[in-house]
């Protein structure tokens, strides 16, 4: 008994001297850990720069969160072409056909005037950042942002699929309701990235990832649900630039926002490489074995499970 009571005393001191950071990182761990499916996800769009010496302390922050929160985290970096070198392609974004067209829309959504600015969920702003490329600063007000709204009550969910085959991407977008919603002026948008492109972010002079580039918006389509157990599918296509984009690294990223209030309620994404994992030719979403190959979905039993994955045949 006195030996538990001196290891006690003894380990005090240092918790005490438990970093706060540290303990704050475990609470959001904890909001994420219990969050259900259909919980709100994150979206920050971030609104930047290579040239500009202010934006990579935004930039190395939220990519600094999405190692962190890589489930419910997602962002797209839109780039300024005042502030993007003349040898990077950052801000040749396609909006659906409009070449270099995606800062300017999107910037104008939310009246961005300086960078960096970021909008969190589509509702709440941050404007500037601190020199040299110094993420710390401003990371504790970003994971404040994230906590207020990370697992919030949300009726949307948003599975993305869809067939990759050479530089040909096919896509399906399903979005449904676990409750009733006015689909007033709400919109599902549909836009591709590039991650984990490794820059110079000349003014600074460091190198570091950009994180989900903005490649081409794609769509802003109508949202028609709005009973519970609904559902809406938007389909499509596009080509990956073969000889500019890393392959690996190109997602589709999909969110439900309210053009009336800029509200994001929803974000999901997905790279193109996983949406058939088996590479079965059958989409994740409707495989019975989405890791086992068996393009004929033989199903012996009628249990929803195919009998390549099935222990119980």
């Given at each position: 008994m006195k030996i538990i009571?001196?290891?006690?005393?003894?380990?005090?001191?240092?918790?005490?001297?438990?970093?706060?950071?540290?303990s704050a990182m475990d609470e959001l761990r904890l909001i994420v850990e219990t969050a259900s499916r259909t919980s709100q996800r994150v979206f920050v769009d971030d609104f930047t720069g290579l040239l500009w010496p202010y934006c990579p302390s935004a930039s190395f922050a939220i990519s600094e969160m999405l190692e962190e929160f890589p489930e419910t985290l997602v962002n797209v970096e839109w780039h300024s072409a005042g502030y993007t070198p003349g040898d990077s392609d950052f801000a040749d974004c396609y909006y659906y056909d409009s070449f270099g067209a995606?800062?300017?829309?999107?910037?104008?959504?939310?009246?961005?005037?300086?960078?960096?600015?970021?909008?969190?969920?589509?509702v709440q702003e941050t404007v500037g950042g601190y020199p040299n490329g110094n993420w710390e600063a401003m990371i504790g007000t970003f994971e404040s942002i994230y906590a207020s709204m990370v697992g919030a009550d949300t009726p949307y969910d948003i599975i993305i699929n869809g067939f990759k085959e050479e530089l040909q991407v096919t896509y399906e977008i399903t979005v449904s309701l676990d409750a009733d919603m006015s689909n007033a002026n709400k919109k599902v948008e549909i836009?591709?990235?590039?991650?984990?492109?490794?820059?110079?972010?000349?003014?600074?002079g460091i190198d570091h990832n950009a994180r989900n580039v903005g490649r081409h918006w794609l769509a802003t389509e109508d949202l028609d649900v709005m009973y519970e157990g609904e559902s809406q599918t938007f389909t499509g296509s596009f080509e990956i630039d073969g000889e500019a984009w890393n392959q690996d690294s190109v997602k589709i990223i999909s969110l439900v926002q309210d053009y009336d209030t800029y509200e994001i309620f929803q974000v999901q994404q997905l790279n193109v490489n996983e949406f058939d994992t088996d590479q079965d030719g059958i989409m994740n979403n409707d495989d019975n074995c989405m890791t086992d190959y068996n393009p004929g979905q033989e199903d012996i039993d009628g249990d929803w499970m195919g009998d390549a994955c099935d222990p119980c045949d």
């Amino acid at each position: 008994m006195k030996i538990i009571f001196y290891l006690l005393i003894i380990s005090l001191p240092f918790a005490q001297r438990l970093d706060p950071v540290d303990s704050a990182m475990d609470e959001l761990r904890l909001i994420v850990e219990t969050a259900s499916r259909t919980s709100q996800r994150v979206f920050v769009d971030d609104f930047t720069g290579l040239l500009w010496p202010y934006c990579p302390s935004a930039s190395f922050a939220i990519s600094e969160m999405l190692e962190e929160f890589p489930e419910t985290l997602v962002n797209v970096e839109w780039h300024s072409a005042g502030y993007t070198p003349g040898d990077s392609d950052f801000a040749d974004c396609y909006y659906y056909d409009s070449f270099g067209a995606c800062y300017s829309v999107r910037a104008s959504m939310y009246g961005v005037g300086g960078i960096p600015h970021t909008q969190w969920n589509g509702v709440q702003e941050t404007v500037g950042g601190y020199p040299n490329g110094n993420w710390e600063a401003m990371i504790g007000t970003f994971e404040s942002i994230y906590a207020s709204m990370v697992g919030a009550d949300t009726p949307y969910d948003i599975i993305i699929n869809g067939f990759k085959e050479e530089l040909q991407v096919t896509y399906e977008i399903t979005v449904s309701l676990d409750a009733d919603m006015s689909n007033a002026n709400k919109k599902v948008e549909i836009i591709v990235v590039e991650d984990k492109i490794m820059s110079y972010w000349g003014a600074v002079g460091i190198d570091h990832n950009a994180r989900n580039v903005g490649r081409h918006w794609l769509a802003t389509e109508d949202l028609d649900v709005m009973y519970e157990g609904e559902s809406q599918t938007f389909t499509g296509s596009f080509e990956i630039d073969g000889e500019a984009w890393n392959q690996d690294s190109v997602k589709i990223i999909s969110l439900v926002q309210d053009y009336d209030t800029y509200e994001i309620f929803q974000v999901q994404q997905l790279n193109v490489n996983e949406f058939d994992t088996d590479q079965d030719g059958i989409m994740n979403n409707d495989d019975n074995c989405m890791t086992d190959y068996n393009p004929g979905q033989e199903d012996i039993d009628g249990d929803w499970m195919g009998d390549a994955c099935d222990p119980c045949d």
